[in-house]
């Protein structure tokens, strides 16, 4: 994998996988906490988004990203793990990338909250990606690199288009 990804991605990928190894070991050690660990939840959004762009470069790193979403579709207890799953299938769709077949048992039929206006209770950024700084300001030319992308902003984007695209096709 190192002359496919380059040496910092494999440390990335490597730390992330080793971190979805351990919530899982942590999991199946206590699996009362599968379905209600928040802070499973935050460790494996982390490394969700950041193999996000990476998820079709390696089979070990398909390994991993569907071994989180899974995580995430198992945390039934709290809907922060159905809009986690939600904003990583919208980064997905506003980036134009496929998220790996494994994974999409995971993303289907899912539950929408009811927050349907916009108001998304999600304090969860997306790394800076240039495609998605149009989604703070139309004129991204004097946007700053550093700039946070929050998901719930994605999320919000991507429940319009569908409506808007659902309304249309429905006419």
Do not use: W
């Not at 190192?2 to 899982?24: F, K, R, W």
């Amino acid at each position: 994998m190192a002359s496919m990804l380059g040496q910092p991605i494999d440390a990335c990928v490597h730390h992330c996988e080793s971190i979805i190894e351990h919530v899982d070991r942590h999991l199946s050690r206590y699996p009362s906490r599968r379905q209600s660990s928040l802070a499973a939840l935050y460790f494996v959004y982390t490394c969700t988004i950041s193999l996000l762009d990476l998820a079709d470069k390696s089979p070990s790193v398909v390994k991993t990203f569907t071994r989180a979403c899974k995580i995430f579709y198992e945390a039934t207890e709290y809907p922060l793990s159905t809009l986690l799953l939600e904003g990583l299938a919208a980064v997905a769709h506003q980036l134009d990338m496929q998220l790996p077949t494994d994974t999409l048992q995971y993303f289907r039929n899912l539950k929408v909250g009811a927050s349907e206006n916009g108001n998304i209770p999600l304090g969860f950024v997306v790394p800076v990606r240039r495609h998605l700084l149009k989604l703070l300001d139309d004129d991204v030319s004097d946007l700053a690199e550093d700039v946070e992308v929050g998901l719930a902003e994605v999320l919000a984007r991507s429940r319009t288009e569908q409506r808007s695209a659902t309304q249309l096709g429905g006419r």
